[in-house]
């Protein structure tokens, strides 16, 4: 027992002053707060991967044909992997002649297998691509008329190689959707963190921008194409591992995209565990260290409370280990939380722990040894 204890009061003070240095990391990242004038001359593609997107589509495609950027330095790529409904049809009827089309199956040859479709849809869309800044998004995403005006207007203050930027859900209209925005909202902050101290590299492909020609001089997906997931974090490792000084995160209200949240719990355990399932595929170690922490404290927090329940002299202990770690999470995301304009979701962060815990131990394991469905294809 007392072995078990010391233990888990190790992992616990890891994860204590691992929350307060994240914290100091996203209260030092400064908002970007665009010159003036700058004036965009920076050509910018936005390459979309869509598989049956038809209910999403024209909500993004009309949040893009309202940015505030030149139309003539703007051009949208939809790619559509092969989709069964009408996802083609509404991109080529949309009223823009800066938005194309391209078909994953005119354009691969008819045996050729394939287990990372999205980082093929963005690497044809790249070699088709006008622009010299590539930016990245998905399809059930939408954004403010000002999202690529500000991306470029960093990117010629700073001339980063690779810009990560907030992705944030929206429209969070029951407790299940509230905790899985909690949840997001965490990482998203943690993004920013080891972004300003240097400790990491965390992204998220739904608000990505880099350089054409430095995707082309890491070899793309090169060596990383065989991963059904990684599109994003993996590929700023290999900027990262280039060019360490030009990758950044922007942090600006402007540029934030929303994106919906799962409805359903098989849909979240098989987001997540996609998410999880490139874990063991960084070559980040500085991560892979942050994760096993994260991860094996919250299998301590999870047997001391499996234990309480049976032998009640445990409960003093869990409780006060769960006490910390909410007040060093809060301390954390209450200044996310700001930035966000989600500090009414915070009220849901204590009851939230209930499931929180849970999952992240389950969704782990099962990254690491089990499978998932994403877009109705099984991934092992």
């Known amino acids: 027992m007392y072995f078990f204890l010391i233990v888990a009061a190790l992992l616990a003070l890891g994860y204590g002053l691992l929350m307060l240095w994240y914290s100091r990391g996203w209260r030092k990242l400064p908002e970007f707060v665009p010159a003036q004038p700058i004036k965009g001359t920076t050509t910018v593609t936005v390459i979309i991967p869509a598989r049956d997107e038809e209910e999403n589509l024209p909500v993004l495609l009309k949040a893009l044909q309202q940015q505030t950027y030149p139309v003539d330095l703007l051009e949208v790529i939809v790619v559509d992997d092969f989709s069964t409904d009408d996802t083609a049809g509404i991109v080529t009827r949309f009223p823009a002649n800066n938005v194309r089309l391209l078909k994953m199956e005119d354009m691969l040859t008819k045996n050729e297998r394939l287990n990372a479709y999205k980082k093929k849809a963005i690497s044809m869309a790249i070699e088709r691509a006008k622009g010299d800044l590539i930016v990245t998004t998905d399809a059930d995403c939408v954004m403010g008329p000002k999202w690529i005006e500000t991306i470029v207007r960093f990117y010629e203050t700073h001339r980063p190689k690779f810009i990560a930027a907030p992705v944030s859900f929206f429209r969070e209209r029951n407790f299940f959707m509230k905790l899985q925005s909690l949840d997001f909202m965490t ?143 809060l301390y954390f995301l209450v200044p996310v939380a700001g930035f966000f304009h989600k500090t009414a979701l915070l009220v849901w962060f204590i009851p939230g722990q209930i499931f929180h815990i849970p999952y992240i131990v389950l969704a782990g394991w099962l990254g690491k040894f089990g499978s998932y469905q994403w877009k109705g294809r099984k991934v092992t």
């Open 187 to 329: 990482m998203q902050g943690i993004t920013g963190a080891v972004a300003r101290l240097k400790s990491g590299t965390m992204c998220n492909g739904a608000n990505l921008a880099y350089e054409k020609s430095v995707f082309h001089s890491v070899g793309g997906f090169a060596g990383i194409d065989n991963i059904a997931s990684g599109d994003d974090m993996l590929l700023m490792y290999k900027i990262y591992n280039a060019f360490p000084d030009g990758v950044m995160y922007l942090k600006n209200d402007d540029v934030i995209v929303r994106t919906l949240p799962v409805e359903t719990l098989r849909g979240f355990m098989n987001q997540r565990i996609r998410w999880s399932s490139k874990a063991d595929k960084y070559e980040d170690r500085r991560l892979t260290w942050m994760l096993l922490l994260v991860y094996f404290f919250n299998v301590a927090l999870l047997a001391m409370g499996a234990i309480a329940l049976f032998i009640p002299h445990w409960w003093p202990a869990f409780l006060i280990l769960m006490l910390f770690k909410v007040t060093v999470e």
